[in-house]
């Protein structure tokens, strides 16, 4: 299975989302979700939701975020190995720039794709069009509520891969995988020949393992997002910090690659 790692871009600063980026990239992860901070967050759980405010608090703009991806020096990774980055920014955000500005920006500044966690599924059409157009994915995400007309309307208009939720809920560490979801996958996998990547409560490596061949992919956030605030409320050089999440990305990474 593929790991996606989630990091709050400006948390603490951009430089260390720079260097966060680079150092799960050098432990070898298959994708890096990047968070845009905003002041109201649909889905978001309380880890991810102080990790924004932390952010916003320094007064975080969207241009910088674009800025800072651009830079990330990608030349310092042995083996050249790049990760696809997915911009996860809340619609909102996306409406007051423009569709095509925004997606143009987030093309040009390195981004493969977007997760857009308030579009309706009704309206997501023309933003897939545009993001198309600006060689984009529009990641969609398929909750264990979702009905099966509105799946449909979701699979229609998504590329990259579907992002389902593992519980209906918020973002955040649980202790264990909802029962339902493999019936959920399964009912998905007869649907769409798209990936299938779980996320929201998966947080350690003794949780892949039920979804051995059912996901595709494997998203961890809050976890992670809680890792880097603690070491760094502790005290922690960037280097320690650093070095302690790329060890529970590489944990992580090892358990979706075992067989």
Request: charged residues 20%.
């Amino acid at each position: 299975m593929a790991f996606m790692p989630f990091v709050t871009a400006g948390d603490p600063d951009l430089e260390f989302t720079s260097q966060l980026i680079v150092e799960l990239a050098r432990q070898g992860v298959d994708l890096v979700e990047v968070g845009f901070p905003y002041s109201d967050p649909i889905a978001d759980g309380p880890v991810i939701q102080a990790s924004y405010t932390r952010a916003l608090a320094r007064k975080l703009h969207v241009e910088q975020i674009f800025e800072q991806i651009a830079r990330v020096p990608w030349n310092t990774i042995p083996g050249g190995h790049r990760p696809p980055l997915l911009a996860m920014v809340a619609y909102a955000i996306v409406f007051r720039m423009g569709t095509a500005a925004f997606c143009e920006k987030a093309a040009r500044a390195g981004f493969s794709g977007l997760i857009l966690p308030d579009l309706p599924a009704d309206e997501a059409a023309e933003t897939a069009a545009i993001a198309r157009a600006h060689g984009l994915d529009l990641v969609q995400l398929i909750a264990p509520t979702t009905t099966a007309a509105r799946t449909q309307r979701i699979i229609e208009t998504a590329s990259g891969f579907l992002y389902c939720i593992s519980v209906a809920g918020t973002t955040g560490v649980r202790e264990a995988l909802p029962e339902e979801l493999s019936a959920q996958l399964r009912g998905l996998k007869s649907r769409t020949q798209l990936p299938l990547a779980v996320g929201f409560g998966i947080s350690r490596p003794e949780q892949v393992a039920p979804l051995r061949g059912l996901a595709d992919g494997v998203i961890v956030g809050s976890a992670l997002v809680r890792e880097v605030a603690k070491r760094t409320e502790e005290g922690a050089s960037a280097e320690v910090v650093l070095k302690s999440v790329g060890q529970a990305a590489a944990a992580m990474l090892q358990a979706c690659r075992a067989k």
